[in-house]
Every structure is written in C-alpha cells, then in structure tokens.
C-alpha cells in the first residue's frame, strides 16, 4: 500500500517526533548502536527516514536488504530494548557522518523506566517505520527479481545460439556478434563480452558456454537473496503489526486520523499476504 504525500509527511512527522524522544533516553543512557558509530542507537533506524525524505530513492539504504535488516532489528529490540543492534555485514549509516567515542555520552538513570519507555516508543516507531517503507521494500523487492529474471532470459537467449553456431564443443563462434543479435541490454552485453576476454570473435564454445552458466547461477543466487530479505521484512512487518491496534488508537486520540486509518489499512492488506512478493 503505497502513501500519498500528505499520509508519508505526517507519518514521517510522528516518527520525528518519537524519534527525539528514543534519541534523549538512549543519550543520556549510552545506548548505542554497532561499534564504529557512537550515535545513538535509533540513529541507524532513522537514516532511513532521512533518506526517503531527500528523495534519493534509489540509494541503497533504501533497498529492501537494508530494510529487512531494519524490521528485523526493531522487532528484536523491543524485546530488548537496551540491547545494542546486532551487528551485521549492512553499514546502516550510508552519507551520515559519526561521532567519536569522546563524543558520545554516558549517563546513568533509571534502567527500568528507561526500558519500559524505549519499549513503548520502539513499538509505535516500529508500526509506524513498516507503514512507512513497506511500499518502497516492495517495489526494490520486485524490481530486483524483474531485472534479475531478464538477465538469466537473456542469457539463456545467448546460449542458444552460441550452441547452434557451434559445430562442437571446441568450435571457435564469434560471441561478440552473437550477443549484440540476441541481446537489448548493453551493459549485460559488455559485462559478458568483458568476462570473455581476449578474442571475442574467436571464443571457444565450451568456454563460452561455461562463462554464460556461471553468470546465470550468480544471477540465481541473487533472486534468492532478495527473495530472503522480502520475506524478513514481509514476516517481521506482521509481528511487528500486532503491536499497531494500540498505536492506531493514541493516533485517533490524538487527532491523527488520516495516518491512523493508513496504518489500518495497511495492517488488514499485509495479513491477507497484499503486499508484492507475499
């Protein structure tokens, strides 16, 4: 389900606003995220805000990996909420500059309100934070496996007709001209021609063919990979939603009834598997 302008900035706006409130315990308490970056934990979540608002869509912070991650983690932290983020291979601070450890603060408080209070507030930033990106996972999701699923067509295209123009095995075929007839993408054409090497007029078949299988296994191994990472988001976003009747009531308290009704709505589409890929 895909928000209109008016529903995104207001669920962005509440966000802000939980945000600071996650940002001023887990300040005052220390609580930081993966080793490296000494920024407050709930830094790493909201990069990905900041990113959706400069409308840099296409960075990568925005991609369905990252996340998955995301969900994942926010689903897990409130369960721990004084936990640190596991870390993970995913920088999770792309174009956002960190803070040294002088820098950070260290501060003692009340561990139990403060872990009470960062439950809370990571529930409501959790349901809110899926609304938000499940639409933009979606369309990464299945632009991905769109592009991945026409390279190996591609591909496979290539290698019919590298096998017909091959008497044998050890048939010299000219693979240039072979991928320029049976091929509309020009950068996976020079990427092939790039892995052959050499004399792309005179390619040993067997050779060819050889490269040719391993760009298809590699490009198989990426729908997996995407296919993994939508289905983290897709099974966290539903735990996560058990927890958005609370946040949706507050919201109508509250006066916010447009974003609540989103969430809603969204809520009864991901448990009816509504979302792409699902």
Request: hydrophobic letters at 30%; proline letters at 1%; aromatic letters at 8%.
């Given at each position: 389900m895909k928000a209109n302008k008016s529903v995104e900035m207001a669920l962005v706006n509440i966000l802000n606003g939980i945000y600071k409130e996650i940002h001023s315990i887990e300040?005052?308490?220390?609580?930081?995220?993966?080793?490296?970056?000494?920024r407050p934990r709930i830094e790493y979540f909201h990069d990905a805000v900041?990113?959706?608002?400069?409308?840099?869509?296409?960075?990568?912070?925005?991609?369905?990996?990252?996340?998955?991650?995301?969900?994942?983690?926010?689903?897990?932290?409130?369960?721990n909420p004084l936990a640190k983020a596991k870390g993970g291979k995913l920088n999770l601070s792309p174009g956002t500059a960190l803070i040294t450890e002088a820098e950070a603060e260290y501060a003692t408080g009340n561990m139990r309100e403060a872990k009470a209070q960062?439950?809370?507030?990571?529930?409501?930033?959790?349901v809110l934070f899926v609304a938000l990106f499940a639409d933009p996972a979606d369309r990464d999701y299945q632009s991905k496996v769109n592009n991945c699923n026409e390279q190996v067509e591609n591909i496979a295209a290539v290698?019919?007709?590298?096998?017909?123009?091959?008497?044998?095995?050890?048939?010299a075929i000219d693979m240039e001209e072979i991928i320029l007839e049976h091929m509309d993408d020009p950068a996976l054409a020079q990427k092939i021609l790039t892995s052959l090497g050499g004399n792309r007029k005179k390619v040993i078949m067997a050779e060819a063919m050889q490269k040719?299988?391993?760009?298809?296994?590699?490009?198989?191994?990426?729908?997996?990979a995407v296919e993994q990472a939508h289905f983290t988001y897709a099974t966290s976003r539903l735990a996560i939603y058990e927890n958005a009747r609370e946040v949706v009531r507050k919201m109508a308290m509250s006066g916010m009834n447009i974003v609540g009704n989103f969430v809603e709505t969204a809520v009864i589409e991901a448990n009816r598997g509504g979302g792409r890929g699902m």
């Open positions: 300040s005052s308490l220390g609580i930081r995220g993966e080793e490296g970056d000494f900041r990113m959706l608002t400069s409308n840099d869509l296409r960075n990568k912070r925005l991609s369905v990996e990252f996340l998955a991650y995301d969900v994942s983690m926010l689903r897990y932290i409130q369960n960062l439950s809370e507030h990571y529930k409501s930033y959790s290698q019919r007709a590298a096998k017909e123009a091959g008497k044998n095995p050890q048939s040719l299988s391993e760009m298809m296994k590699t490009a198989d191994k990426q729908i997996k």
